[in-house]
């Protein structure tokens, strides 16, 4: 899916090339480094069979490094394809089983996100060096590398599809069309999985978890525009 993603990014970047509106463009490719906040507004419904249980998921917050390339069609109009992953830890809290498990936290070990996510934005480009933004897309997430901790005897995620909504600005840092440019951005992204734990040595069953990630990203860095 990154691979379409990127392809998709690519294909409206060599359509846009033979418009007069990017023939226009002298420096129509922008990239940006930041160093990024992945906080989880994280809620589950965790399940045996047909029994929900009670209790829910912590997943715990990540700063990592990330990385995006956007192409603009106009002064105004762009898009931007954002990659990063992250690791994140995961935990089962305030769990019940009746007859084995009360109030409990479960060590659900860890897993990496790989994110990428297509926005299309619009940038107002009327106040000097500080251009804002605003943007919206959509965003898959694939999880891997899964670390089943130290109860389970597996566990596994759905791959999620789902929107994003993007707002940022960035502050020309050499007053030129082109050239270095400090960035601040966030991002809302909707994110949903499901999640099957396989508890069959400690509890004799598999648990199923309908889990929303849905974090907020925020992020600092630098970009070049060429």
Request: aromatic share 12%.
């Amino acid at each position: 899916m990154k691979h379409l993603l990127l392809a998709a990014l690519m294909a409206s970047a060599a359509w846009a090339g033979t418009s007069p509106a990017a023939e226009a463009q002298d420096n129509p490719w922008m990239l940006r480094a930041r160093v990024i906040g992945v906080l989880p507004d994280e809620s589950g419904t965790l399940k045996v069979g047909a029994a929900t249980l009670p209790g829910d998921v912590d997943i715990g917050d990540q700063y990592v490094p990330e990385f995006d390339i956007t192409y603009f069609f106009t002064k105004h109009l762009a898009a931007e394809l954002i990659l990063g992953v992250t690791p994140h830890d995961v935990k089962a809290v305030n769990v019940t089983v009746p007859g084995a498990l009360t109030n409990a936290t479960i060590d659900l070990g860890d897993v990496w996100l790989l994110p990428p996510t297509l926005t299309a934005q619009y940038h107002f480009t009327e106040m000097g060096r500080f251009k804002p933004y605003v943007g919206a897309g959509v965003n898959a997430t694939f999880f891997f590398d899964e670390d089943k901790g130290k109860v389970a005897d597996g566990i596994s995620y759905d791959s999620s599809f789902g929107p994003a909504l993007q707002a940022g600005f960035d502050y020309d840092l050499d007053g030129e069309p082109g050239g270095w440019a400090f960035n601040a951005d966030i991002k809302k992204i909707w994110i949903n999985t499901d999640v099957t734990v396989d508890f069959t040595t400690a509890l004799g069953a598999k648990v199923k978890a309908d889990v929303d990630i849905d974090p907020l990203v925020i992020g600092v860095g630098l970009g070049y525009k060429f």
